[in-house]
């Protein structure tokens, strides 16, 4: 038997080729990112809103690096950025998914120019990162609150205490 890498590989985009690649996705297009490290419930439910709101969604999320610069604690990411792009690809709702070293990820998102900006609920839209320029270009900017009240963090602090 040969053992290929399965299909929703296919959906893991180098930043250099994203454009290209929404260029072909169906609009409108979403947009979001994170670092997605252990992902649960509230990810996943966060995750089909977001899609709900558009045709394809693209996901960036936080290299490595990116993601101990913000401070979440020397143990993070659990999952390596590899891993966290496999089981975000293996998602339905996701097209496409990208990643970002820079603290922010402005940059892809004028790459792939989304109609719909979204982040969670923790995050008012004035201050969502690519907010001005996806309303420039005449799109909508979502922060869609939390129905599972969840986080890597605290799932975390569950284990360590088991």
Request: glycine fraction near 6%.
């Amino acid at each position: 038997m040969n053992y290929s890498s399965p299909a929703f590989e296919n959906k893991i985009c180098p930043p250099d080729e994203l454009a290209q690649r929404c260029a072909e996705l169906a609009r409108p297009l979403v947009f979001t990112n994170g670092c997605f490290d252990i992902l649960h419930r509230g990810h996943v439910t966060y995750l089909a809103q977001a899609a709900a709101l558009g045709t394809s969604m693209v996901v960036a999320l936080n290299t490595d690096a990116s993601v101990k610069r913000l401070g979440k604690g020397d143990d993070r990411p659990v999952n390596a950025l590899a891993d966290r792009l496999a089981v975000m690809a293996a998602l339905e709702c996701v097209s496409l998914v990208t990643w970002f070293d820079e603290d922010t990820p402005l940059q892809r998102i004028v790459d792939c120019r989304p109609d719909i900006l979204v982040k969670g609920g923790d995050w008012p839209v004035d201050k969502i990162v690519g907010c001005n320029e996806v309303r420039g270009w005449g799109g909508t900017v979502h922060s869609i609150p939390f129905i599972h009240q969840k986080s890597t963090t605290a799932l975390l602090e569950k284990i360590r205490r088991l």
